[in-house]
């Protein structure tokens, strides 16, 4: 069942980062013309940055084609928001900062001595799945065989995963409530782990973990994907996820785009791939007017919002940009895609979550 596990914690920071308030109503061009379309982009595909990229690790059976949430370390630490040590100065876009590393972001103060693991040094990470198939996915210049060492101190041994050398340190989807992973925040997420120099990967089990190192077709191939993230563009945060049951939309997507510095206006992404026509219409006739983020009107947070359509790969994905108002909520579209805001506007008509949470982390 989609939704279970120690997410909802992190859905919840997110959540609580709504907040802000503004003049009624929306001040520059609301895009709809109708239909809630201002006309169709054509894209070639690689437009999405270091999401493809990291899209193009992960297997096209893995857990990553029901749930991926990414983040780029890299770029938070290229505008001082965060160094290797840890948080910067700035606190306006923290709350997006541990985005794609799961528990990893949660605990990372706590992680980095023991384990060799240090968040805020990574380049990018990418948490994937719906419990139990989840893993975590840490890249950039890694101290594989520190890690290896620490990670051994902690009582891990020797394990193949996925062909590859990896450790293990307990069975796999077990817990040890006493062990080392609790004390550090965790519950399994460290079950098994594979680190390279470039690279980490750890789950609570070896077939997820297997299925996040690479090779073979990849999540980049899957046409549905891809053009989900030709639609979010250039993000620094993103989440990617199918419906909590069948319905009118194959894929979700939202996202922020990057800041070229802290002083931007925070802009959101929201893509729907439809799976039936009238989602699409559904989606851009609604958004505007009814969209609102915890019981709040769009109008409260929002400067703009622009609609139009992305053509990839033969998919076509409906989106919405939102320019934030500086004292708005920079992960507002993730809050609709969390709150389940976003699948009521698109597709009313598909069967709500039956535990009422729809974000699924490791």
């Given at each position: 069942?989609?939704?279970?596990?120690?997410?909802?914690?992190?859905?919840?920071?997110?959540?609580?980062?709504?907040?802000?308030?503004?003049?009624?109503?929306?001040?520059?061009?609301?895009?709809?013309?109708?239909?809630?379309?201002?006309?169709?982009?054509?894209?070639?595909?690689?437009?999405?940055?270091?999401?493809?990229?990291?899209?193009?690790?992960?297997?096209?059976?893995?857990?990553?084609?029901?749930?991926?949430?990414?983040?780029?370390?890299?770029?938070?630490?290229?505008?001082?928001?965060?160094?290797?040590?840890?948080?910067?100065?700035?606190?306006?876009?923290?709350?997006?900062?541990?985005?794609?590393?799961?528990?990893?972001?949660?605990?990372?103060?706590?992680?980095?001595?023991?384990?060799?693991?240090?968040?805020?040094?990574?380049?990018?990470?990418?948490?994937?799945?719906?419990?139990?198939?989840?893993?975590?996915?840490?890249?950039?210049?890694?101290?594989?065989?520190?890690?290896?060492?620490?990670?051994?101190?902690l009582g891990a041994r020797p394990r193949t995963i996925g062909g590859q050398e990896g450790l293990s340190m307990a069975d796999d989807n077990a817990i040890d409530m006493k062990g080392p992973q609790t004390r550090l925040g965790l519950i399994n997420q460290l079950n098994q782990v594979v680190v390279?120099?470039?690279?980490?990967?750890?789950?609570?089990?070896?077939?997820?973990?297997?299925?996040?190192?690479?090779?073979?077709?990849?999540?980049?191939?899957?046409?549905?994907?891809?053009?989900?993230?030709?639609?979010?563009?250039?993000?620094?945060?993103?989440?990617?996820?199918?419906?909590?049951?069948?319905?009118?939309?194959?894929?979700?997507?939202?996202?922020?785009?990057?800041?070229?510095?802290?002083?931007?206006?925070?802009?959101?992404?929201?893509?729907?791939?439809?799976?039936?026509?009238?989602?699409?219409?559904?989606?851009?006739?609604?958004?505007?007017?009814?969209?609102?983020?915890?019981?709040?009107?769009?109008?409260?947070?929002?400067?703009?919002?622009?609609?139009?359509?992305v053509r990839s790969g033969g998919r076509t994905a409906h989106r919405a940009t939102l320019t934030i108002k500086p004292d708005g909520p920079i992960m507002l579209s993730?809050?609709?895609?969390?709150?389940?805001?976003?699948?009521?506007?698109?597709?009313?008509?598909?069967?709500?979550?039956?535990?009422?949470?729809?974000?699924?982390?490791?």
């Amino acid at each position: 069942m989609r939704g279970l596990g120690w997410a909802v914690v992190m859905a919840g920071l997110v959540l609580a980062g709504c907040g802000g308030s503004g003049d009624a109503g929306l001040t520059g061009a609301v895009e709809t013309g109708g239909t809630g379309r201002t006309g169709a982009v054509e894209t070639g595909g690689g437009s999405a940055g270091g999401l493809r990229q990291v899209m193009a690790h992960l297997g096209a059976g893995s857990p990553a084609a029901d749930y991926l949430d990414y983040g780029d370390m890299a770029h938070w630490r290229s505008l001082g928001v965060v160094t290797e040590d840890g948080p910067g100065q700035d606190r306006r876009w923290l709350s997006a900062v541990g985005s794609g590393f799961g528990d990893f972001g949660l605990n990372a103060s706590r992680l980095a001595e023991p384990t060799g693991i240090n968040v805020f040094a990574a380049d990018r990470g990418v948490s994937v799945g719906t419990p139990p198939r989840t893993a975590i996915r840490i890249e950039g210049r890694l101290d594989s065989a520190g890690i290896r060492a620490k990670l051994t101190a902690l009582g891990a041994r020797p394990r193949t995963i996925g062909g590859q050398e990896g450790l293990s340190m307990a069975d796999d989807n077990a817990i040890d409530m006493k062990g080392p992973q609790t004390r550090l925040g965790l519950i399994n997420q460290l079950n098994q782990v594979v680190v390279t120099d470039s690279a980490l990967v750890s789950g609570a089990a070896a077939a997820p973990v297997a299925a996040t190192l690479g090779g073979g077709p990849s999540l980049a191939d899957s046409p549905d994907h891809a053009a989900v993230a030709d639609c979010l563009g250039d993000v620094v945060t993103a989440v990617v996820m199918a419906p909590p049951q069948p319905g009118g939309v194959t894929l979700y997507g939202v996202g922020l785009r990057r800041p070229a510095g802290t002083t931007d206006r925070a802009v959101d992404v929201v893509c729907v791939l439809p799976r039936v026509a009238e989602v699409g219409r559904t989606f851009a006739e609604r958004f505007t007017v009814a969209a609102k983020a915890g019981g709040r009107p769009l109008s409260d947070l929002v400067e703009t919002v622009t609609h139009d359509e992305v053509r990839s790969g033969g998919r076509t994905a409906h989106r919405a940009t939102l320019t934030i108002k500086p004292d708005g909520p920079i992960m507002l579209s993730h809050q609709l895609l969390f709150r389940n805001e976003l699948a009521a506007l698109a597709d009313p008509s598909a069967p709500a979550d039956p535990l009422g949470i729809v974000r699924p982390t490791p």
